[in-house]
């Protein structure tokens, strides 16, 4: 018999449903501990900085105000780990392959951009803007389309 | 805490043939970077990859075990 006192499945989740709606709206979104401009960890900062690096826009959502969104975010994707990059609803990876994929140019044919004009290895392209973080549950912040 | 030599010990256990070279990042026993070489990954994505070596250690990637960064390869 299942474990009747696991209610992850249940379809009344405001929070994954949430995390699954952001993830349908957004072509590039990533879940990092805190934002592109003032990353909470070596390994979300240095994903968010190969996407700045593109110049490609990206949302980004701040799993750390709410303790929920990692944990269901993790069960959605089946990843353990923080950073995690979705492109067209898809799982591409945490930091590791996001960083990989930076640097034998994947990512840019995944982002569908044109390579950066400078040197592929240089990770410091400027901030994004827009904030909009009034969602009730996500604090969504994108870049200009 | 585990040691590198442990987290080692346990991705070779956990995949049959696999040779894994682990470096403990910070010294805490909780970050630590591992090259995994199996045929395992054979014919499987990246991600396919990465979530072979994370089922390894079920809920402590993420958990006690605060990073696990990873580079696979088969051969």
Redo the contacts between chains.
Sequence with gaps: MSDETRSDETETNPVRDAIERAIGEHKVILFMKGTPEQPGCG?SARTAAALQALGSPFAAVDVLPDPRI?QEL?ALS?????PQLFVDGE???????VT?MYETGELQRALGVQPPAGSPGSLDATGSAGVAGDGPLLGIESTPR | MPTAEDIARRIEAGIPGARADVEDLTGGGDHFRATVVSDAFAGRSRIEQHRLVYAVFGDEVGGPIHALSLQTTTQ
Aim: net charge negative.
């Design positions: 390994f990692r993790s089946n990843w353990p780990t923080i799982l591409i990876g945490g930091c590791d392959i990989e």
